[in-house]
């Protein structure tokens, strides 16, 4: 499929619904496990006066096939919630459950194992391996997971024409543009079928038009089934998730869904529940 399943005109309003059909008509009747289910998590840094609330009593449920967009101000936690919830960091408080597993509770070595293999991460600063050229860096994590060599290249090299850079299959993250090493992170987290995406502005680096099919890439993700979390600061991204969460503070301060993006970020202090 090479457009988007819900006849959205691209470049189009920059706010819109992206289909009628909400995360939980995708539900089957019995509601699956959620793939990602943040409770009450809070991240706070430093102490006394240095201490930071990062983020603050999160609680986010995502299913399989829900595309979940998070927005808001420089510092006011999105980082946060997507390295806790990709198991980067751990919560001061609360709990995070991956595929119903509390990510607390394994051990280190568990732990990366369920990032390997469950979620796919979209850094903000692309986060390549220097030494790797760009099939290489998406073929590393399927290798490190016991994948043989013949076959995570030949899933890297469908990774990367998925996001239009195979091109760049032999060069270098140094011999890249943003873009170009933008587009290869966002191929390493795609690569592996991982049913959890989450992705931290991986639009930031790219054209209007590129941006537009990063975003067609996750939606169909979405459609076959994985959950996924794309911080992005731009409406018309956001309007291709079926809900968009809002965070000043470390607070999530509404998550009503796209037909608020407008009135939120047009007065910022209306948003406040
Ligand atoms: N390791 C840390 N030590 C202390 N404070 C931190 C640390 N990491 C993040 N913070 C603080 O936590 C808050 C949230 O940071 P975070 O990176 O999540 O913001 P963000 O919403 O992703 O911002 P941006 O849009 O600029 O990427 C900020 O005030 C930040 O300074
Ligand atoms: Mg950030």
Redesign the pocket.
Known sequence: MTTSRFGQPHGASPVQPVSSSSSSSRSTPSDPAPVLALHDVS?V??EGA?R????LHANLVLHPGEFVAIM????????????LAGGLDTPSSGQVLVEGRDLASLNAAERAAVRRRSIGYVF?DFNLLPGLTAKENVQFPLELDGCNVRKAAAAAVRALDEVGVSELADRLPEDMSGGQAQRVAIARALVGERRLLLA??PTGALDSNSGTAILEVLRRRADDGAAVLL?T?EPRFAAWADRTVF?RD?RIIDDTGPSDVDMLLDDPESGGA
């Open positions: 991240r840094h430093g240095r930071v609330n990062a983020l808001g101000p420089s510092g006011s936690g999105k980082s946060t919630l997507l390295n903000q931290d502005e911080v600061h965070l470390g």
